[in-house]
């Protein structure tokens, strides 16, 4: 963050502001209903082929605009009698895994590999971005030797300022031990809501090999609604994005719909809200 500088897109994530306050319609503390579609708590499936496990509702910083900013507690563990029901695919999120120790991380990870049916682990974390020394050779290793289970990692960046020189040399390792790194963003006013912005975050990605894979539409927690960006701008941004990038360098443009089974691309115009 930029010393003195109020509107800081990296300070401007995590700043408590007086906006948080205001009641906007359409915004609410559970705006994917996840409270209410729990297979068993802590597990969350939502999408046929795979199932998230919030392990923690612990994070390395606070984003304000944070879909799951009111969610309960989360046990950090499997809970029982659940073989045989799993999907394929396991999603390690929270919070982020790895607030986990290496050891702690290292006895969740073998609980799953305990379930026979589960062949895929994502890791799911922004804590690299936040404080890249977090990337252990310890953890590198425990994950390059579970390549079994561990499929990939999957950070949260927004801003091309959050790849910094030491976050670089980090991932860099992740990569280098085979293990393929994805990352998410969130498209949010005043942040990243601008065509310079997102072309050098994914000119950013694309030279330290990690792969674009989202560009989420802001999810309607309360008190975010500062953070909204209308999706037609947003589709004007996909556009020249895809005119000025190669197809690998560029996200797909979704949002996330209660019900739906998977997350829904936005690819045409929308009505304006009044």
Do not use: W
Not at 13 to 21: A, I, K, N
Not at 111 to 124: D, K, L, N, Y
Not at 190 to 195: A, Y
């Amino acid at each position: 963050m930029e010393k003195g500088n109020v509107r800081d897109p990296l300070l401007l994530q995590v700043l408590p502001r007086p906006e948080e306050l205001a009641k906007v319609d359409g915004f609410s503390d559970d705006p994917l209903q996840e409270q209410t579609g729990k297979k068993c708590c802590p597990l969350l499936q939502k999408y046929e082929g795979r199932v998230l496990l919030l392990v923690t509702n612990q994070c390395a910083v606070h984003c304000r605009y944070c879909f799951r900013r009111n969610q309960p507690g989360a046990t950090g563990s499997l809970p029982s009698g659940i073989a045989g029901t799993l999907p394929a695919e396991m999603i390690l999120s929270g919070g982020d895994p790895l607030t986990f120790s290496d050891d702690e991380l290292s006895e969740l990870l073998a609980a799953i590999r305990r379930q026979p049916e589960v062949r895929r682990i994502r890791i799911h974390t922004r804590f690299p971005v936040v404080d890249p020394k977090r990337l252990t050779a310890s953890l590198l290793s425990m994950l390059q030797s579970d390549r079994k289970t561990v499929f990939s990692m999957v950070l949260h960046i927004n801003h091309p300022r959050e790849i910094d020189d030491e976050f670089a040399n980090a991932i860099t390792e992740v990569v280098n031990r085979g293990i393929p790194v994805f990352v998410q963003s969130v498209l949010l006013r005043e942040i990243n809501d601008d065509f310079e912005t997102l072309f050098e975050l994914y000119e950013k990605l694309i030279s330290l090999r990690m792969t674009p894979y989202y560009l989420h539409q802001l999810d309607r927690i309360a008190g975010a609604a500062h953070f909204e960006v209308d999706p037609n701008r947003g589709l004007k941004l996909m556009d020249r994005l895809h005119r000025s990038l190669p197809g690998y360098a560029v996200p797909r443009y979704v949002r996330e719909i209660p019900g739906e089974m998977c997350k829904v691309p936005i690819t045409q115009s929308e009505p304006r809200a009044e």
